[in-house]
């Protein structure tokens, strides 16, 4: 499950906005709307590669965010 709050925080961090972030991973704007709101399908590996392209992350950071696990 993907952790949407860092996500977020990691694209207000470096000044962007979901829609500069779809435009460069070349996701349609209301599917990456769709996918961050958990109505529509996951990422798939080869979006959550493009996104921590576009944002630069570290191994760490990736990890935080596309490989989370929430226990209830």
Same mark, same amino acid.
């Given at each position: 499950?993907?952790?949407?709050?860092?996500?977020?925080?990691?694209?207000?961090?470096?000044?962007?906005?979901?829609?500069?972030?779809? &435009?460069?991973?070349? $996701?349609?704007?209301?599917?990456?709307?769709? @996918?961050?709101?958990?109505?529509?399908?996951? #990422? %798939?590996?080869? &979006?959550?590669?493009? $996104?921590?392209?576009?944002?630069?992350?570290? @191994?760490?950071?990736?990890?935080?965010?596309? #490989? %989370?696990?929430?226990?209830?």
């Amino acid at each position: 499950m993907v952790n949407i709050n860092k996500l977020r925080g990691k694209v207000v961090e470096l000044g962007l906005n979901i829609e500069s972030l779809a &435009e460069r991973v070349d $996701i349609d704007r209301s599917t990456m709307y769709r @996918k961050l709101s958990g109505k529509g399908d996951g #990422f %798939t590996i080869k &979006e959550a590669d493009r $996104i921590c392209k576009a944002l630069n992350l570290s @191994k760490e950071d990736a990890v935080a965010i596309f #490989f %989370t696990q929430y226990v209830a």
